[in-house]
């Protein structure tokens, strides 16, 4: 790793730690969330039937079983997940979306739009495309 490409990625982690903080300062005073919590919701919301065996959820997101496990908890707590038994598998559980959780995704996803705009809409449309594809790039 050349000095160069070192200081690329120590800056691009500062920058999604900034990022993270402005989300999770918004969506928590708004909406009550972090943005880890909201990456958990919307990957629900997204979901057929809004739900998912909790270890493809947490593939989904990028965590351990026992991470999304624990992260669910509070969630759960507040009425906006629910865990649901798999019939055929007792070994599997699913993380179900409520209708508070639907509805509280959708609301805090507007928000996420709004910040995600005003980060990225300092880039043209075409500077924004050629961003996610260098993102694409060396995530592979």
Same mark, same amino acid.
């Given at each position: 790793?050349?000095?160069?490409?070192?200081?690329?990625?120590?800056?691009?982690?500062?920058?999604?730690?900034?990022?993270?903080?402005?989300?999770?300062?918004? $969506? /928590?005073?708004?909406?009550?969330?972090?943005?880890?919590?909201?990456?958990?919701?919307?990957?629900? %919301? =997204?979901? +057929? &039937? @809004?739900?998912?065996?909790?270890?493809?959820?947490?593939?989904?997101?990028?965590?351990?079983?026992?991470?999304?496990?624990?992260?669910?908890?509070?969630?759960?707590? $507040? /009425?906006?997940?629910?865990?649901?038994?798999?019939?055929?598998?007792?070994?599997?559980?699913?993380? %179900? =979306?409520? +209708? &508070? @959780?639907?509805?509280?995704?959708?609301?805090?996803?507007?928000?996420?739009?709004?910040?995600?705009?005003?980060?990225?809409?300092?880039?043209?449309?075409?500077?924004?495309?050629?961003?996610?594809?260098?993102?694409?790039?060396?995530?592979?």
């Amino acid at each position: 790793m050349t000095p160069t490409s070192l200081a690329t990625l120590l800056r691009f982690h500062r920058f999604h730690l900034e990022l993270t903080r402005r989300l999770d300062h918004r $969506l /928590g005073a708004l909406h009550g969330l972090s943005f880890s919590d909201f990456i958990l919701l919307r990957a629900l %919301a =997204l979901a +057929p &039937a @809004g739900r998912l065996p909790r270890g493809d959820l947490a593939l989904e997101v990028g965590l351990t079983a026992s991470g999304v496990t624990r992260a669910l908890l509070p969630l759960e707590k $507040l /009425g906006l997940i629910v865990r649901e038994a798999n019939e055929r598998d007792a070994r599997v559980s699913y993380a %179900a =979306l409520t +209708p &508070a @959780g639907l509805a509280l995704v959708e609301h805090a996803a507007i928000t996420t739009e709004q910040i995600s705009q005003d980060v990225l809409g300092k880039l043209s449309t075409e500077g924004q495309m050629q961003f996610l594809q260098l993102v694409e790039e060396i995530s592979r």
